[in-house]
């Protein structure tokens, strides 16, 4: 259905007017076509946001396609940081094993 073909056929308030003073078949004409185009209309509507409620969750859609996702977020970490350096810490004794005379 092409949305412009359906808005051009729409009526000015002053040719409803003088329809309804003239023909009352043509004014139930008029409404069975409005009737008809809110029919399609609606139905595009809900084909439309049933594919927009779709993600990688609920289809066969890989999780790449998921831009509008509403859904959960990655998790994070709660972990916070500690400020230390990595690795062993100053007044940590190490400890490493002694080379030997005759290794096996």
Known sequence: MDINK?????MKREEIL???ASNSEAIAAYIETLESQIKDLTERLVLLESRLNQNSRNSS???STDYFSKGKLNPKSLRKKSGKKPGGQ???SGTTLEMVDNPE
């Open 6 to 10: 359906s808005f051009s056929s729409l």
């Open 18 to 20: 003088a329809l309804c």
């Open 61 to 63: 859609k890989p999780p």
């Open 90 to 92: 100053e007044g940590h």
